[in-house]
């Protein structure tokens, strides 16, 4: 290991450093509740943190510092150690930074004799992160001995100089927020002559420990930035974020950290949809009678768009691995084709042997599905498709993750995709992690 470690360092030209990246994450939210650990586009959003960290070069060691049991052994399965629980008193809502490091570095320096050079700071809340910025955050900081820290900026989105303050209340007059040498009215003045103003984010700091330790501050006097692209910039307070930056997941064609295998892009070409029946077309629930008549709930509007991707060349079939007459129903309303295999209980086989006979190359194949039983097809095929509510292993596994869930218009979603796609011309090959 330390071989390795000599090695990447001297790739990256930095002297050799013990950096720990600490990941903070209290159990409780107000905005949002459980949000460290909620899905996002796939994982828990606390995973991307986490890969931010092991995947980063010149982080030698990856710790949460959270209250909470599941969150505990949500990171520890995405390769974190949490080697203590963070004290009540250090999880409430107004508990700053610099009191959660303080005890981190406490803890480690008296129970372990661990004593880092540097700390990251990793937010779970900016989990859309280019893939260098951790790396370039602590080459940064080494290259500046003066330096206390590094904090990552943005271009700001609204120009302070043009900001105002209204220190007598409404009814009287106002005054700008700052002065500007050699420009009498800023407010006034167009945006290309004010000087170029930035904002921090959440996505990485790289502090000297004994800024913390020695000068009581999470980032010191002398702060270097780490300039970002501003598409990266998220910071997820309420749930109308959270579907944003999904979106911004799948579509933004960014270079971003992934805690998974990469995800693949759309097809250029597609010539099959296959649509898993129970909790795809369905909500996955049942009735039954005494007779054993069963009855399923399905969205109507999943047909919308049938007829549309049909003149365009694409078939979408139902797969079913047994027989079952409300297949057969559902199929015949909104008009596709039931595929259902008799003697295959495995899908995988099922979808395999259906390809073979209808001469369909695999990469041309979208498939949908929602449980683990799905996952063999979503290796097979060119792009793999998971439901919203989907199980969090079919989640992880999936190229995508649709926003509707099961039986209530997933289908239809996916067809709206595919054919404003189509329409664009919009196939751009996908960075690492990201689909289109």
Not at 153 to 161: E, K, L, M, T
Not at 193 to 222: C, F, N
Not at 391 to 408: C, I
Request: net charge negative; charged share 25%; aromatic share 6%.
């Amino acid at each position: 290991m330390y071989c390795v470690r000599v090695y990447l360092y001297t790739c990256l030209h930095l002297p050799m450093t013990e950096t720990l990246a600490l990941i903070p994450a209290r159990g409780g939210s107000k905005g949002i509740p459980r949000k460290n650990i909620r899905p996002f586009a796939g994982y828990p959003l606390i995973a991307y943190s986490i890969a931010a960290g092991l995947q980063a070069e010149a982080v030698t060691r990856v710790i949460v510092s959270t209250d909470d049991e599941e969150t505990t052994a949500i990171a520890r399965r995405f390769g974190a150690e949490v080697p203590f629980l963070r004290p009540a008193e250090l999880a409430q809502d107004n508990t700053t930074d610099l009191p959660v490091f303080e005890h981190a570095l406490k803890w480690l320096a008296e129970n372990e004799g661990y004593k880092p050079d540097v700390i990251v700071q990793l937010r779970p809340t900016s989990p859309i992160r280019p893939r260098d910025c951790v790396d370039n955050a602590v080459r940064l900081l080494l290259a500046h001995p003066e330096a206390d820290c590094v904090r990552g900026v943005v271009p700001a989105g609204q120009n302070p100089h043009k900001m105002w303050r209204l220190p007598a209340g409404e009814n009287a007059p106002m005054q700008n927020l700052l002065a500007v040498p050699g420009i009498d009215e800023p407010y006034n003045a167009p945006r290309q002559s004010l000087p170029p103003v930035y904002w921090q984010t959440g996505h990485v700091d790289a502090i000297r420990t004994t800024t913390i330790l020695e000068k009581g501050s999470m980032s010191g006097r002398i702060i270097y930035p780490l300039v970002l692209d501003p598409r990266y910039t998220v910071d997820l307070d309420n749930l109308s974020d959270w579907a944003k930056y999904e979106w911004l997941v799948s579509f933004g064609g960014l270079e971003m950290v992934w805690p998974g295998k990469p995800r693949r892009p759309l097809p250029e070409e597609i010539e099959l949809i296959v649509l898993d029946f129970d909790g795809v077309v369905t909500d996955n629930r049942v009735w039954t009678d005494e007779t054993g008549r069963e009855m399923v709930a399905a969205s109507r509007s999943d047909s919308m768009h049938i007829r549309a991707l049909r003149e365009m060349g694409i078939e979408v079939i139902i797969l079913s691995s047994e027989p079952n007459p409300v297949v057969t129903a559902r199929a015949k309303k909104i008009g596709v084709e039931a595929v259902q295999s008799v003697g295959i209980r495995e899908k995988g086989e099922a979808l395999k042997k259906l390809l073979a006979e209808r001469k369909v190359d695999p990469a041309h194949v979208v498939y949908v599905g929602n449980d683990i039983n799905d996952l063999p097809c979503f290796e097979m095929v060119g792009w793999a498709v998971a439901v919203a509510d989907a199980y969090p292993e079919v989640a992880r596994a999936a190229d995508f993750v649709l926003n509707k869930r099961g039986g209530h218009g997933a289908v239809r979603e996916l067809c709206e995709l595919i054919l404003n796609k189509i329409r664009s011309g919009d196939f751009r090959e996908a960075p690492l992690g990201q689909s289109l």
